[in-house]
């Protein structure tokens, strides 16, 4: 099946009982349509069980791990769909003193949630729960959120996809996610969320507030991620070329202490005072974790593998200032043996 057929983008969005329709048959809507803002688009994923591998899609393994639930049940993964021929480019923040990166337009980047489950024979799947996504189109990027259809294993997905920046139509889409997610059973097979944690899934709506362009870092950051922005105001690309980065505290669970090839500190002077569940420095400051990559490679380490693999993809995709702008990363993963010499230094 193509992606065309996969991802279906209709007017049929507030709906129930999608899983159990046939192809054919369109979902019964929650209520009476009303109109839909110009620029809000209805979004459908019929098949999400390996929907991003079949479509292409590359996992960004960051250098530092993301966290986890006490149970270990849940799995944040964010993948890339770069365009054959468009190019990743590089600009230098004067006042951070860094480079920055830019997509290019066709390129998407979704942060797809996953909670495990055991089937009745007892083998363990996974079953996408959220997505969070952008796209970079040439009108602009656009902002887009799914969710499962119903509490069913492998449910379809059904989300909204808005402009970036215009505050009418996310509205109107946080509205409709808000309405969607009332009564409906949650992945998998548990009860419907309460009010609180819908207030807390139509808070990460607001993707404006926290994919602020070129943002620094900051490991004193409150509620949203301390790791530093891109120039389209994503996080996933840097996690992927930086050696180290602020603990992420999204969850309760940190794997990093657990990670041979991962190191902890603090500021300067500060003492590391716990790593579990979740790392903390003495002055209350979010721990840096910096992985050793060289050794993760002389040990055959798996999750280090498919970082490089992901610097890799990322390498494919850049021009040549952006390549050398991030050349240590590359050179970490045997990708160059040398600094490049690109007519440009990516300061620009």
């Not at 850049?318 to 600094?339: H, I, K, N, S």
Request: with cysteine.
């Amino acid at each position: 099946m193509s992606s065309r057929a996969r991802v279906v983008v209709g007017a049929l969005l507030l709906a129930t009982g999608l899983a159990a329709c046939s192809p054919a048959e369109p979902p019964t809507p929650v209520s009476a349509p009303t109109a839909v803002p110009n620029g809000l688009r209805p979004l459908m994923i019929r098949e999400p069980a390996e929907h991003w591998e079949r479509e292409g899609w590359v996992e960004l393994v960051p250098a530092v791990r993301l966290p986890t639930t006490p149970d270990g049940d849940d799995r944040i993964r964010v993948l890339a769909k770069l365009p054959e021929h468009g190019r990743i480019r590089v600009q230098w923040v004067a006042e951070q003193e860094r480079h920055s990166l830019r997509l290019p337009a066709g390129a998407a980047i979704d942060r797809v949630e996953s909670w495990s489950y055991r089937e009745p024979s007892g083998k363990e799947r996974e079953t996408v729960v959220d997505v969070r996504g952008l796209r970079m189109t040439t009108a602009g990027p656009r902002y887009h959120v799914l969710r499962p259809a119903s509490g069913a294993p492998q449910a379809p997905l059904l989300g909204w996809s808005w402009p970036a920046g215009d505050d009418v139509v996310h509205d109107e889409a946080t509205a409709r996610l808000e309405q969607f997610l009332r009564g409906r059973p949650a992945p998998v097979n548990r009860p419907a969320l309460a009010e609180d944690q819908i207030a807390a899934v139509v808070a990460d709506n607001d993707c404006g507030s926290c994919h602020v362009a070129d943002r620094p870092a900051d490991p004193n950051r409150s509620r949203i991620p301390r790791r530093p922005t891109d120039s389209d105001g994503n996080f996933a690309m840097l996690m992927v070329l930086e050696r180290e980065t602020p603990v992420s505290t999204s969850r309760p669970v940190d794997l990093n202490h657990r990670d041979p090839f991962v190191s902890l500190h603090c500021d300067e002077g500060v003492r590391l005072v716990s790593v579990s569940p979740m790392p903390r420095c003495r002055d209350g400051a979010t721990p840096i974790a910096v992985r050793d990559v060289a050794a993760g490679l002389a040990a055959g380490d798996e999750y280090t593998l498919r970082l490089c693999k992901s610097r890799r993809y990322l390498w494919d995709h850049m021009d040549g200032p952006a390549r050398e702008a991030f050349a240590a990363a590359f050179r970490e993963c045997g990708l160059v043996t040398q600094t490049p010499t690109f007519a440009s230094s990516g300061r620009r």
